[in-house]
């Protein structure tokens, strides 16, 4: 015959045994209110004896603190949940909160209208924080009272929200540096999506760089993928065939500027440099000069920030270094 499993002491069996209410053991266990100091000796030493524990998450609802961490991912579809950043993201979060019992979950909020999202968000007494990542400024002005100081973001912040994120400008510059030292004068870059505010910060690094080197400002909108950076480079080709470099505002545009530069018959690197910008795997395989971008470094920053309740103020950049390859 199979063991029966042990009972389940529950806060009942433990007001019983400590003869106070089951709200004062409910108080006593998660700290949401008053207790006398005998109530309260008197319910750790039955909790004690009957080999009571507190379930995590009932102690957390009752604290109002929430139970899970969510990440909300701004896209223009659903396909933003699948990409590689979002996933180092993800599991940056989920390494750091299961120490603390608590879990995360990844939700994609619209480009447009995303207040309705984060209300639900702010009412869901499960959740405890919001790391918000492709922040807009819509997003911001949207944050509900009841979400601040449990709402981090990664790119853009506001008075309210904090923010993290990698110092891309500082690693455009450097990247316009290299390619003018290298002997590049018509340099052109593929930007990431024109919706995207944290995207606006190297291309206005490039524009300053190019500019002060004296060299036409060349600059074609694109994205986050190999198509937008194959599409950015037609277009790069179209207006100024002379280009002798293109920067990509990541690596998957880098890669789609390096597929449609040889179906033209451009040499890598003698006709056109080429750089990226993540030092993705990918990078390192087609010998693509890039700069690194520490994503899990800033993840970890972002979850700890929400954990602590961090104070709202400015942004937290962290630095990138210039990758040096045969692209470039």
Do not use: K
Not at 210 to 215: D, F, N, R, S
Request: hydrophobic fraction near 50%; include cysteine; glycine fraction near 8%.
């Amino acid at each position: 015959m199979a063991e029966r499993p042990p009972p389940v002491v529950t806060l009942e069996h433990v007001a019983r045994a400590a003869g106070v209410s089951r709200a004062t053991v409910s108080r006593a266990v998660t700290g949401s209110g008053p207790v006398s100091a005998d109530a309260l000796r008197r319910v750790r030493a039955a909790a004690e004896a009957l080999g009571y524990v507190a379930d995590p998450i009932a102690r957390a609802l009752a604290r109002g603190t929430g139970t899970r961490l969510v990440v909300a991912m701004t896209g223009t579809s659903d396909a933003v949940l699948d990409c590689a950043y979002t996933g180092r993201v993800l599991s940056t979060a989920a390494r750091l909160l299961a120490p603390e019992g608590l879990g995360v979950a990844l939700r994609r909020l619209p480009l447009h209208a995303p207040a309705a999202e984060l209300d639900a968000l702010a009412r869901d007494r499960t959740v405890g924080g919001v790391v918000l990542v492709n922040t807009t400024a819509e997003e911001l002005a949207a944050v509900p009272r009841e979400l601040r100081g449990r709402v981090v973001s990664i790119g853009v912040g506001s008075a309210v929200v904090p923010s993290v994120d990698v110092d891309a400008a500082a690693a455009a510059a450097a990247s316009v540096a290299h390619l003018v030292r290298s002997g590049r004068r018509r340099i052109a870059m593929v930007t990431g999506p024109e919706w995207l505010p944290c995207t606006r910060r190297p291309v206005a690094a490039f524009r300053a760089a190019v500019a002060a080197a004296g060299l036409p400002v060349r600059t074609v909108p694109g994205g986050f993928d190999a198509a937008a950076g194959a599409a950015g480079a037609e277009e790069v080709l179209a207006r100024w065939p002379d280009t002798d470099a293109v920067l990509g505002s990541c690596d998957d545009v880098a890669l789609g500027v390096l597929a449609v530069l040889r179906r033209h018959g451009r040499q890598v690197p003698g006709d056109v440099a080429v750089t990226g910008f993540d030092d993705a795997p990918l990078a390192e395989v087609t010998d693509l000069t890039t700069a690194t971008h520490p994503v899990e470094r800033i993840a970890d920053a972002a979850v700890q920030a929400v954990l602590t309740g961090a104070p709202a103020d400015g942004t937290l950049f962290f630095p990138s270094e210039l990758v040096l390859r045969r692209s470039a």
